[in-house]
């Protein structure tokens, strides 16, 4: 019983490399969300995909891009990372969008140097 | 603008004291909120709705709409309360009639024994 499952848990980037952040779920979900978490910011939406083949930008966008692979995957991808990028990332899925219950990964800590 | 406000980064309170974590919002519209719990070394998770008006491990939350909050109350604290909580806030998005749900900086609570 998976859930949604995150990879990497850890991964330090040096300023400018690219990396991508995979999630998946098991749930059979429709819709899938990326959020970074941030002392004292709580955390804030950063792209979501209501369905598969369609994605929308949340609150932070700049500096990522996504991808909905098919309905179980959920990519997220830093092209040049800066270290404003320093956070905890956390992949979530729902069933309905938006509907309230959002299931959360273990969540990916990234350091950019 | 949408937008969640948890004003108390801390709450420290000894065990068997009430507590109250607080948290308003700003929307428009009709609000529907939330409580997550991310307790330590686990996944956040859903706490409740104030949908559904439920009591989950003795935490009730009320929405006050003339004062736009939704408090989270517990009558007797527990040191197993102890966690990071956040308030949520779900809103229709302007795109592909999808909803957002977007959290406040979250409230951590230490019970003390």
């Known amino acids: 019983n998976a859930g949604v499952t995150q990879t990497p848990k850890f991964q330090v980037l040096k300023t400018g490399q690219s990396m991508t952040l995979q999630c998946a779920q098991d749930?059979?979900?429709?819709?899938m969300y990326w959020y970074r978490q941030d002392p004292g910011m709580g955390l804030r939406l950063i792209y979501y995909?209501?369905?598969?083949?369609?994605?929308d930008k949340g609150e932070v966008p700049n500096g990522y891009n996504v991808s909905r692979l098919n309905k179980r995957e959920f990519s997220l991808r830093l092209e040049s990372a800066a270290p404003s990028q320093t956070s905890v990332y956390f992949c979530?899925?729902?069933?309905?969008?938006?509907?309230?219950?959002?299931?959360f990964g273990e969540g990916s800590r990234l350091t950019v140097l | 603008a949408q937008r969640v406000t948890q004003p108390e980064k801390l709450l420290s309170v000894f065990k068997g004291a009430p507590v109250e974590l607080k948290c308003n919002y700003s929307?428009?519209?009709?609000?529907?909120l939330f409580w997550y719990v991310q307790y330590s070394r686990q996944r956040l998770q859903l706490l409740l709705r104030?949908?559904s008006r439920e009591s989950i491990k003795g935490f009730t939350a009320d929405l006050n709409k003339g004062e736009t909050s939704f408090h989270l109350k517990k009558p007797f604290a527990q040191e197993e309360d102890s966690a990071m909580y956040y308030c949520?806030?779900?809103?229709?998005?302007?795109?592909?009639?999808?909803?957002?749900?977007?959290f406040g900086a979250g409230t951590r609570l230490a019970v003390h024994p």
């Open positions: 979530a899925s729902s069933h309905m969008g938006g509907a309230g219950e959002l299931f």
């Open positions: 749930m059979n979900h429709n819709s």
């Open positions: 995909s209501a369905s598969e083949g369609t994605t």
């Open positions: 929307y428009s519209g009709s609000p529907e």
């Open positions: 104030h949908i």
């Open positions: 949520a806030l779900v809103y229709p998005s302007v795109v592909g009639g999808y909803n957002k749900l977007i």
